[in-house]
Nanobody, 121 residues
């Protein structure tokens, strides 16, 4: 059974920090990138950051210098963390982890439940 389990979201004031985490079986990611996406109200889901299986991190322009993505493997599980600092109001969104490109099951994209990040002034 495929599972992508996100955790760690919450509410924080602008300028604050949060870390979100994702755990999945190694087989879910394989050699694909490990990514964090987000979807803000009324907006399309976007890729925020991803890290390759070789450990190279990549960031969207909106989060570069503020977010750090890391990945670790233990006992057949991959944990992908996204450390976020200096959070801005526009970072408010539901955050999802997934492969890059997105995992598909049959004809459909597969997503976990996501974790809410809310930044207030």
């Amino acid at each position: 059974q495929v599972q992508l389990v996100e955790s760690g979201g919450g509410s924080v004031q602008a300028g604050g920090s949060l870390k979100v985490s994702c755990t999945a079986s190694e087989s879910v990611f394989g050699l694909y990138g490990r990514g964090w996406y987000r979807q803000a109200p009324g907006k399309e889901r976007e890729l925020v950051a991803f890290i390759t299986s070789g450990g190279t991190a990549n960031y969207g322009e909106a989060v570069k210098g503020r977010f750090t993505i890391t990945a670790s493997v233990e006992n057949g599980k991959i944990t992908v963390d996204l450390q976020m600092i200096n959070l801005k109001l526009e970072d408010t969104a539901v955050y999802y982890c997934n492969r890059v490109p997105v995992l598909r099951i049959g004809q459909d994209d597969y997503w976990g439940q996501g974790t809410q990040v809310t930044v207030s002034s």
